[in-house]
């Protein structure tokens, strides 16, 4: 059983930092990109951050300078560094990841963590 374990949130006030850390557990043969999605009160989920096995990361422009997405992939571990933070940023951060179980390989299949949440007062 392939699952996704998120820790870090918290709360912080504006302009502190805070690092979310998100491990995949279980039979894993391959995971291909990883990412961190955040969802609102109110509003639909977004894309936060993103980085393919390779590296390369991609984020929205919201955060684009602020957060720092990392992985470790013999831990297979994606971070979120989280500097500057803006009471805007409050949300239900969730992570995400495409993995091949050793079940079935030849397919990826999409997993996400249970959520956590970061609150940033002003």
């Known amino acids: 059983q392939v699952q996704l374990v998120e820790s870090g949130g918290g709360l912080v006030q504006a302009g502190g930092s805070l690092t979310l850390s998100c491990t995949a557990s279980?039979?894993?043969?391959?995971?291909?990109?990883m990412a961190w999605y955040r969802q609102a009160p109110g509003k639909q989920r977004e894309l936060v951050a993103s980085?393919?096995?390779?590296?390369?990361?991609s984020y929205a422009d919201s955060v684009n300078g602020r957060f720092t997405v990392s992985r470790d992939n013999a831990k297979n571990t994606v971070l979120l560094q989280m500097n500057n933070l803006k009471p805007e940023d409050t949300a239900v951060y969730s992570c995400?990841?495409?993995?091949?179980?050793?079940?079935?390989?030849?397919?990826?299949?999409?997993?996400w963590g249970q959520g956590t949440q970061v609150t940033v007062s002003s």
């Open positions: 980085i393919t096995s390779g590296g390369s990361t």
């Open positions: 279980g039979s894993i043969f391959n995971i291909n990109t």
């Open positions: 995400y990841a495409e993995i091949m179980p050793w079940a079935s390989t030849g397919y990826y299949t999409k997993y």
